[in-house]
Antibody
Framework: DVQLVESGGGLVQPGGSLRLSCAAS????????MSWVRQSPVKGLEWVSV???????YHADSVKGRFTISRDISKNTLFLQMNSLTAEDTALYYC?????????????????WGQGTLVTVSS | QSALTQPPSASGSPGQSVTISCTGT?????????VSWYQQHPGKAPKLLIY???YRPSGVPDRFSGSKSGNTASLTVSGLQAEDEADYYC???????????FGGGTKLTVL
């Protein structure tokens, strides 16, 4: 069974930084396309970042230049480095696996979700 | 403000059918057959319910069905059961790399 366990969330002041981690089991992070999706009462669900099996990364416009997605193959772990945080970044952050079809094409839906880690940006 | 528009609430009695709509634009819902639906129970992570408009992952009951017409997608829950009470979110591919947009969610109440 696939298991994704996020950690690293917490309370941080505006302008601060946090690094989220997602420890994966039952799947190999480097062989899958992985994303971070966040959820807040204000904005609802919002796709944040993606890293493909080949290593390419992309970020939503709302976090571009501030957030960086990466992975550690040896630890089978996904990361999200978040800098210059603002109150609008307050949310529950989910680590998710993107689906791939039978031909290996990445599909725009997510079939495995972690339980999330809460990030609160407040002074 | 979410990119896709869903009604905030829906309800039905056990055994009845309920349909939840998800309205986007020609740049997302109307432009691709990549609409997904997720079910989220309180305190839990979203769970993939429907993908590519009407396909169900293994293990999802066939009481859940999806469809699309133009810029509006729909999720129908037939034979409502108490455990169907949850929040439902739609999502759609919106072009470029995997740029996914979500709806604001619909709280389904089983009366």
């Amino acid at each position: 069974d696939v298991q994704l366990v996020e950690s690293g969330g917490g309370l941080v002041q505006p302008g601060g930084s946090l690094r989220l981690s997602c420890a994966a089991s039952g799947l190999t992070v480097s062989s899958n396309y992985m994303s971070w999706v966040r959820q807040s009462p204000v904005k609802g669900l919002e796709w944040v970042s993606v890293i493909y099996a080949g290593g390419s990364t992309y970020h939503a416009d709302s976090v571009k230049g501030r957030f960086t997605i990466s992975r550690d193959i040896s630890k089978n772990t996904l990361f999200l480095q978040m800098n210059s945080l603002t109150a609008e970044d307050t949310a529950l952050y989910y680590c998710v696996r993107g689906s791939v079809d039978t031909e290996g094409r990445t599909m725009p839906h997510f079939d495995s979700w972690g339980q999330g880690t809460l990030v609160t940006v407040s002074s | 403000q979410s990119a896709l528009t869903q009604p905030p609430s829906a309800s039905g009695s056990p055994g009845q059918s309920v349909t939840i709509s998800c309205t986007g634009t020609s740049s997302d819902v109307g432009g691709y057959n990549y609409v997904s639906w997720y079910q989220q129970h309180p305190g839990k992570a979203p769970k993939l319910l429907i993908y590519e408009v009407y396909y169900r992952p293994s293990g999802v009951p066939d009481r859940f069905s999806g469809s699309k017409s133009g810029n509006t997608a729909s999720l129908t829950v037939s034979g409502l059961q108490a455990e169907d009470e949850a929040d439902y979110y739609c999502s759609s591919y919106a072009g470029h790399y995997i740029r996914v947009v979500f709806g604001g969610g619909t709280k389904l109440t089983v009366l």
